[in-house]
């Protein structure tokens, strides 16, 4: 396949002060808390790759705010529950004993992409200590927000998640959409529905040491996400602002209204 041409994925390079200028015309602001989802892919040409997004968005947010991303690595999980694909049975062992621990300086995201991978390992950024479900935090509220993650319920009320919903937190995606909006996980626990919960497990440090941890959650799903989310926005259209960063389509959506809706959306249409 012929790799596209820098002037066929944008008319002018994506640059820090054009990321910024498009995300102050979308609407954030400085001093406030947001949780990103980008795929770098979606921007154009951006000219330094994802380093000039996260640059563009601590310009703008300021350490006065804070901006947090999901950075998951479900790839750490028992060997029971790796289906896709899966592995043969007989390494069921080896793999409990020898899958590396996971360490927030060192493993990398898994499916989160280039933005979220880059913005794990800047400097003054705090990673949650959830071995599949971590969230990464850089400004004034990065330590709470990352500190405290349970690993039972791990996108739940213990979560990053939650403590984005008490600060009145925005939504940002950049050239993303509601098929991967984590927020929406909060309120599938909120909602009255049938969800089983299953055992999980992953590699672990505890106190230095590698230990295979089990944890409980819901069985979580993001299949009507999408459906989900779109009726949100019409319905609560004023809490949605839409506009391009870069070539990419993009929204700042106010957090709790989100999963407020969400929370009855569900309730009411998830057998």
């Known amino acids: 396949m012929d790799t596209p041409r820098p002037s066929d994925r944008s008319a002018e390079p994506v640059t820090v002060d054009s990321i910024a200028h498009d995300l102050r015309t979308l ?16 921007l154009g040409w951006v000219c330094g790759g994802a380093p000039a997004v996260v ?12 901006v947090v991303m999901p950075t998951h690595s479900p790839g750490n999980r028992d060997p029971d529950n790796m289906g896709n694909p899966p592995v043969p049975d007989s390494w ?4 409990r004993e020898q899958f590396p621990p996971y360490r927030p300086a060192v493993t990398p995201t898994q499916g989160m992409g280039a933005i979220a991978e880059c913005f794990r390992t800047y400097p003054a950024v705090h990673r949650s200590d959830h071995p599949q479900h971590s969230f990464a935090a850089w ?7 990352a500190g405290g993650h349970a690993y039972d319920y791990s996108l739940g009320e213990a979560s990053p998640l939650s403590a984005v919903y008490d600060r009145a937190g925005g ?10 909006n984590t927020s929406l996980h909060l309120a599938e626990y909120r909602a009255d529905i049938d969800a089983d919960t299953t055992k ?17 959650d819901i069985e979580l799903t993001d299949t009507d996400f999408q459906a989900c989310g779109d009726a949100f926005e019409r319905a609560h259209p ?13 929204k700042l959506l106010a957090q709790q209204p989100m999963v407020d809706f969400a929370v009855e959306w569900l309730t009411a249409n998830r057998s």
């Open 139 to 145: 400004g004034t509220d990065a330590e709470a927000i």
């Open 200 to 216: 999980h497990a992953s590699a672990v440090l505890a106190e230095g040491e590698r230990e295979w941890r089990q944890w409980t």
């Open 171 to 180: 939504v940002l995606f950049l050239g993303t959409s509601h098929a991967t």
């Open 238 to 250: 004023s809490a949605v602002e839409t506009g391009t960063v870069g070539v990419g389509e993009s």
């Open 92 to 95: 069921a062992d080896t793999i």
């Open 55 to 66: 640059d563009a968005l601590q310009r703008v947010v300021t350490e006065s705010g804070t």
């Open 27 to 42: 609407g954030l602001e400085r001093g406030e808390t947001v949780l990103v989802h980008g795929s770098l892919s979606e």
